[in-house]
């Protein structure tokens, strides 16, 4: 009996370490992909529509992730073609605001590339792509989240919902001061820019040849401006 209970104790001691470690290779026990929030890994012969994204630095010292509006159809499956334009390191993840903010944290005791399919990191100049299924609405998160880089602007908002759509976006008010059509400029006294968390005031924006086309000084427009290769630039007006 003695011998008996010797054995078993000694076969529980070494199982203990495997159930200890059990969760680690899913993400230092996190659900693992196909139940997160964010969605799912996508079927690449079943993508719905893709959006670019670029991953930079800009004169100004942020980092940004720069593509169209991120407003995402509940159930699409969309394929991000991501290149990495500036001179550093970067990457781009999908999740919720919260785990990256958890996962933030985790990096900045120490920077650990993972191997998740929501998720992809790019040496200067590289470019690769992340199929992903919005299978639930809500507002979630693009971001880089190697140190520092969150900090420096690097993150967007994903809004993902039932009828999501480009009347969706919120325009600006705002009255054309100058225009300078040769360098491709206008000066715009406008309202808030929710979309780029800025107070009213005056600013200069690019705007394409086109749009400057219809604009006059003094007309009064309702707008959308984003960051365009690191420049605040008109993209829509009316």
Request: overall charge negative; charged content about 25%.
């Amino acid at each position: 009996m003695r011998n008996l209970l010797l054995t078993t104790s000694f076969a529980i001691a070494l199982s203990a370490p495997a159930f200890a470690a059990g969760t680690h290779d899913a993400g230092h026990g996190e659900t693992k992909p196909a139940a997160m929030m964010v969605g799912m890994p996508g079927d690449a012969a079943k993508v719905d529509r893709t959006i670019d994204v670029t991953l930079l630095e800009n004169d100004e010292g942020q980092m940004l992730i720069e593509s169209e509006p991120m407003d995402i159809k509940e159930g699409e499956t969309i394929r991000f073609n991501i290149t990495n334009k500036g001179e550093l390191e970067h990457e781009f993840v999908l999740d919720t605001v919260e785990r990256n903010a958890e996962h933030k944290i985790e990096m900045a005791k120490m920077d650990m590339e993972h191997d998740d399919p929501n998720r992809i990191r790019l040496d200067a100049g590289a470019s690769g792509e992340v199929v992903w299924t919005f299978a639930n609405s809500g507002t979630f998160e693009a971001a880089c989240l190697i140190p520092g880089h969150y900090e420096s602007g690097m993150h967007r908002e994903v809004a993902v919902g039932d009828q999501m759509a480009q009347a969706d976006v919120e325009y600006t008010s705002g009255t054309i001061k100058k225009i300078d059509a040769k360098a491709g400029k206008v000066t715009i006294i406008h309202g808030p820019l929710v979309n780029l968390d800025m107070p009213a005031m005056t600013m200069v924006f690019r705007a394409d040849e086109t749009m400057i086309a219809n604009m006059s000084e003094g007309q009064d427009i309702e707008f959308v401006a984003d960051r365009v290769k690191g420049k605040l630039t008109v993209t829509q007006i009316k």
